[in-house]
C-alpha cells in the first residue's frame, strides 16, 4: 500500500508543478504581451492578476494536503 501512497504523492507533486508554472507563464503572457497587443484597458490587468492569485492560492492550499499526505505516509512507514 506504501507504493501505492508514494504514486499519490508523486502524481500530487506534478500536478502541484504544473499549476504553478502555467498559471505564472499565462500570467506572464497576458500581462505582457496578448492584453496590451488587443489594447485592453488597465482594469483587465487586474483581473488577470486575481486569477494568478486564485490559482496561486489553489497550488498553496494543494502544497499544505501533500505535505499532510507525505507525514500521514511517513508516520505509517514508522510503525
Not at 500530487?12 to 504553478?20: C, P, S
Given at each position: 500500500?506504501?507504493?501505492?501512497?508514494?504514486?499519490?504523492?508523486a502524481?500530487?507533486?506534478r500536478?502541484?508543478?504544473?499549476?504553478?508554472?502555467?498559471?505564472?507563464?499565462?500570467?506572464?503572457?497576458?500581462?505582457?504581451?496578448?492584453?496590451?497587443?488587443?489594447?485592453l484597458?488597465?482594469?483587465?490587468?487586474?483581473?488577470?492578476?486575481?486569477?494568478?492569485?486564485?490559482?496561486?492560492?489553489?497550488?498553496?492550499?494543494?502544497?499544505?494536503?501533500?505535505?499532510?499526505?507525505?507525514?500521514?505516509?511517513?508516520?505509517?512507514?514508522?510503525?
Amino acid at each position: 500500500m506504501s507504493k501505492e501512497q508514494d504514486q499519490a504523492i508523486a502524481a500530487k507533486g506534478r500536478h502541484i508543478a504544473l499549476v504553478i508554472a502555467g498559471t505564472i507563464l499565462l500570467w506572464m503572457a497576458v500581462s505582457l504581451f496578448i492584453g496590451p497587443m488587443l489594447g485592453l484597458p488597465g482594469r483587465y490587468a487586474l483581473l488577470f492578476d486575481f486569477a494568478a492569485l486564485a490559482g496561486m492560492i489553489y497550488a498553496l492550499v494543494n502544497i499544505f494536503q501533500l505535505w499532510r499526505m507525505r507525514r500521514a505516509n511517513e508516520e505509517e512507514n514508522q510503525r
